[in-house]
């Protein structure tokens, strides 16, 4: 299949539905996970447990997932390499139904350790994202790479739009009585395999020639040393791992800050998180795709990185809720500008033999960025709340400052 091939255009189609569905079950799980740590009256705690290892927990319990992933997912990506994208995707995807179909249990029946386990299991085989991402690379030219990265962030987009509205709707007795926290994860084990179908069926191989790359479980560990070898490298993925630290901070206690300090309800932050989707899917659908005929990806960040920054630091401001609906849509434009073109960066560090190990390389780093940050984090909330917002606004701004500090060292297409 060659990168002019009309078949690629069907194969794009069927990566971009499921990364959307696969993304939609993510986005679902958004309001719920606070709510059964912060609700009031919730029975996985005893009532006199304190605020601080309440956070810890928390914590804890999103790190699992990307833990995991740090270990798993190079193993795909190298499994990819050897026996082909499609077969190591339909196990991931396994990996996602089983992990869902078992959180639901563990909250039906208030099982903390078991909601750990849970999360652990899809994180290990969760290398979806990493492996559609190297099929679009297998099937990407220069001039189309930043494009077809930009539907990776439009399925995103178009799955937090609906995603964590259909979570907050789910888990609301108030909307139907049976609607309970456990609901949004049967749903989303349904999605999984309905995305499994979907592959099965549709999604064609992408990689023509099979590498016999090595396997091991401290590839993760590996990567990172791989990482800072050159210095383009080092560059890149230094602005990689910021990027995925501060942006985590964003995504995974702002639902908490909406929670304490405004008393958001799921539904209500479901429907904020949607409104955020609405804008990140028009940014990714439609001006990644205009600005990728006119600037190149480094330009490109030396102004979606300060963006972000400012409009991360903006969010802290609202002191009312409605006043989050004008604010959110400016992290949705800088980020949804910014991530494309890093993963188009990311790419362009290899030939087309190893994009599975590079991407592989970059979801390391993603994962390394996403597990330490819950940790953090959930120290951070259980003494300020507004600390990891804080903290998510300086740690892009450290990413800006490198970027622009590293810009000549960084190649794009093998020039600096």
Not at 65 to 94: C, E, H, T
Not at 207 to 226: A, E
Not at 241 to 248: D, H, N, P, R
Request: aromatic share 14%; net charge positive.
């Amino acid at each position: 299949m060659t990168k002019q091939d009309p078949a690629n255009y069907r194969l794009l189609t069927t990566i971009f539905i499921t990364v959307f569905i696969d993304l939609l079950g993510i986005g679902i799980i958004i309001p719920v996970i606070p709510s059964i740590f912060y609700e009031e009256g919730s029975q996985f705690f005893t009532v006199d447990i304190d605020a601080q290892r309440k956070a810890m927990y928390y914590g804890i319990l999103l790190a699992c997932y990307p833990f995991m992933q740090f270990f798993g997912a190079p193993i795909l990506g190298a499994l990819s390499d050897r026996f082909g994208r499609k077969p190591v995707l339909m196990v991931s995807l396994i990996g996602t139904l089983i992990g869902y179909l078992l959180f639901a249990y563990s909250i039906v029946s208030h099982n903390l350790l078991l909601l750990f386990v849970s999360r652990m299991i899809p994180g290990f085989t969760g290398g979806n994202i990493a492996i559609l991402t190297s099929s679009i690379a297998d099937i990407s030219d220069k001039e189309s790479r930043t494009r077809n990265f930009g539907l990776i962030g439009m399925a995103f987009g178009i799955g937090f739009i609906l995603g964590p509205t259909i979570g907050g709707v789910l888990s609301d007795n108030t909307v139907v009585p049976w609607f309970d926290h456990y609901v949004p994860f049967l749903f989303t084990a349904g999605l999984a395999l309905v995305n499994f179908i979907l592959v099965y069926f549709f999604f064609k191989e992408t990689l023509l020639h099979k590498l016999q790359t090595s396997i091991s479980p401290f590839k993760g560990v590996q990567n990172i040393f791989t990482s800072f070898s050159s210095p383009n490298l080092r560059a890149v993925f230094t602005v990689v791992f910021l990027i995925s630290v501060g942006f985590t901070f964003y995504t995974q206690f702002f639902s908490v800050y909406l929670l304490e300090k405004f008393d958001f309800k799921e539904k209500e932050i479901g429907l904020l998180y949607g409104y955020i989707g609405v804008w990140l899917a028009i940014v990714q659908g439609v001006l990644v795709r205009y600005l990728s005929y006119r600037m190149p990806p480094k330009k490109i960040l030396m102004a979606s990185l300060p963006l972000l920054a400012l409009a991360l630091g903006l969010v802290l401001l609202p002191t009312s809720g409605w006043m989050f609906y004008v604010v959110n849509p400016l992290i949705a434009i800088a980020y949804g500008i910014t991530s494309p073109n890093v993963t188009s960066i990311v790419s362009s560090q290899a030939d087309e033999t190893l994009q599975g190990s590079i991407l592989g390389i970059n979801q390391s780093m993603l994962s390394l960025g996403q597990m330490i940050t819950p940790v953090i984090g959930g120290v951070l909330v259980g003494i300020n709340i507004h600390y990891p917002l804080i903290a998510s606004a300086t740690i892009i701004v450290l990413a800006a400052v490198i970027f622009y500090i590293s810009r000549s060292k960084i190649l794009y297409d093998g020039k600096a």
